[in-house]
């Protein structure tokens, strides 16, 4: 694993829980102190939750209920979040990115890896039965089977891989600041305020052990001086924007924690996979981080690969089963890249026609219910499937039964085999599942057995009838559902596990 950030993280966590050895390298000299992403959505929290690293950071964080936006000083938008009737109780936090790496170190700690700062990768090469890279300052050379590239935008295993990474540039220059503030705004979510010169935001970020005046400042500042950069000239620059941009006299800036000047690129990696070596998180993909959507899909990316990397490593699974990795997290990728580029432009953008979809436009139907919903629901990233994806190819869906084989499982209350009360979640992460009938299906599970061994559980229901059987992955994912003739199951898992000819 080449990268500590939460991607690498995740995916050393899953895989070690999965009992796959790992090492992890990165190039800086220790952990990140600075925030950078502070938003972890529901699809997010599952995640850290099912890999046992989510720990106490909803005690640490602030819950993300709503995001205002203003209008002539007025709110007129406000998107709220939670339980998106979608099955989580788990809702979307404000919470640093570097506790969110905290979190994931903890556990990696506990899993008994520890990671190797300031070993840069020097080179890598790979043969049909491994990879060799490079590292370090004196050239160690490190054998392993599979590489996987966690180390962000600027990625070394990229380029040495020689995987093209496609885009272009949206934006000018932004501004962004931790300070401390005193601001007579509502802690309860974050808040946005559209100008002709370019948008402001404030989101709520909470320090342990401090009063709650820590805020995430956000601006769009093209014509501003980048050799202007200093903590001082970023703050003076924000105490002029904040009553330029809001309309506000009543908010006082203190002092800062961090403050950063970046632009916003759109990149997607030509393959996710080139032979041995994979990409995941921002070496895969970068965009906008309007809709908070990177840590997200990072991890995302980690959870879906870890299982099926150790299927492999265990010789459960073809190794052709590792390019259903690309074919169901590309799709999703370029989806997230279309839709944070849609709202980039119709914040920055200074058109008439821009302007004019901005306040004429997005302010009516932002405020229907049912709009409001709809976009809480997709920055959640709970919708995500997988049924075009090709594990989902070949299963039935029971007369157009939800969910349908590639959607997420809700986390369902369920009963373990001895009676005792748990959630379906949290019995996955390292295990697959088997959701039964109260009368079982032992048929159904020795053909599950027989080809993923003891990683596989029973589960039933608690309260709800269920009707018929349904497999769920590791990743929250239904695999495969139906009612009779267990060799069905057997016979989905044959193809999925095994599709093709192996190849390195």
Same mark, same amino acid.
């Given at each position: 694993m080449v990268g500590a950030g939460p991607a690498g993280l995740a995916l050393?966590?899953?895989?070690?829980?999965?009992?796959?050895?790992v090492q992890v390298v990165d190039a800086a000299s220790g952990p990140a102190a600075t925030s950078r992403a502070n938003i972890l959505h529901a699809r997010g929290v599952e995640v850290l939750d099912r890999l046992g690293a989510l720990g106490d950071l909803p005690q640490h964080s602030l819950t993300a209920l709503t995001i205002t936006q203003y209008l002539d000083g007025r709110p007129a938008i406000t998107v709220r979040f939670g339980d998106l009737g979608l099955g989580t109780a788990r809702p979307a936090l404000y919470v640093s990115q570097a506790d969110i790496e905290a979190g994931l170190r903890r556990r990696l700690t506990d899993l008994g890896v520890d990671i190797r700062w300031d070993t840069a990768l020097v080179d890598l090469t790979q043969d049909a039965d491994g990879a060799t890279a490079v590292l370090g300052h004196d050239g160690t050379p490190l054998r392993c089977a599979w590489v996987t590239g966690c180390d962000g935008a600027h990625s070394t295993v990229r380029e040495l891989a020689g995987i093209g990474f496609t885009g272009v540039r949206l934006t000018e220059r932004f501004l962004l600041a931790d300070v401390h503030a005193d601001w007579p705004v509502d802690r309860a979510g974050g808040h946005g305020w559209p100008h002709q010169d370019g948008p402001f935001f404030a989101v709520p970020m909470r320090e342990v052990g401090r009063a709650d005046d820590l805020w995430r400042l956000m601006a769009y500042d093209p014509a501003g001086d980048d050799s202007a950069s200093g903590e001082q000239e970023i703050l003076n620059r924000f105490r002029e924007l904040v009553p330029e941009r809001t309309g506000r006299t009543d908010i006082r800036i203190k002092d800062a924690v961090w403050t950063s000047i970046f632009r916003v690129h759109r990149r997607l990696a030509d393959t996710y996979r080139q032979g041995r070596i994979f990409l995941a998180g921002d070496a895969a993909h970068i965009h906008s981080p309007f809709g908070g959507q990177g840590v997200v899909t990072g991890i995302g990316d980690a959870e879906n690969l870890a299982w099926k990397l150790a299927l492999v490593v265990r010789g459960q699974a073809a190794a052709a089963l590792l390019d259903t990795y690309e074919a169901e997290r590309r799709p999703l990728a370029t989806e997230v890249l279309r839709r944070t580029t849609t709202a980039t432009r119709l914040q920055v953008g200074d058109s008439p026609l821009m302007r004019f979809l901005r306040t004429r436009v997005l302010v009516p139907i932002g405020n $229907?219910?049912?709009?409001?919903?709809?976009?809480?629901? $997709?920055a959640s990233q709970l919708w995500v499937s997988y049924r075009r994806g090709p594990l989902a190819r070949g299963t039935t869906s029971l007369l157009g039964r939800r969910p349908r084989p590639g959607d997420r499982v809700a986390d369902l209350a369920c009963l373990r085999p001895d009676g005792s009360q748990t959630r379906l979640h949290a019995e996955l992460g390292r295990r697959w599942a088997l959701l039964t009938p109260a009368g079982g299906a032992h048929a159904h599970l020795?053909?599950?057995?027989?080809r993923l061994g003891d990683t596989v559980m029973t589960l039933t229901r608690d309260p709800g009838p269920q009707h018929d059987v349904w497999l769920i992955r590791p990743d929250a994912h239904l695999a495969w559902r139906g009612r009779t003739a267990p060799a069905l199951l057997g016979e989905w898992l044959d193809n999925a596990l095994q599709q093709g000819k192996a190849r390195p």
């Open positions: 050393a966590c899953a895989l070690r829980m999965h009992g796959v050895s $229907l219910a049912s709009v409001q919903r709809q976009a809480g629901r $997709l020795a053909e599950a057995r027989n």
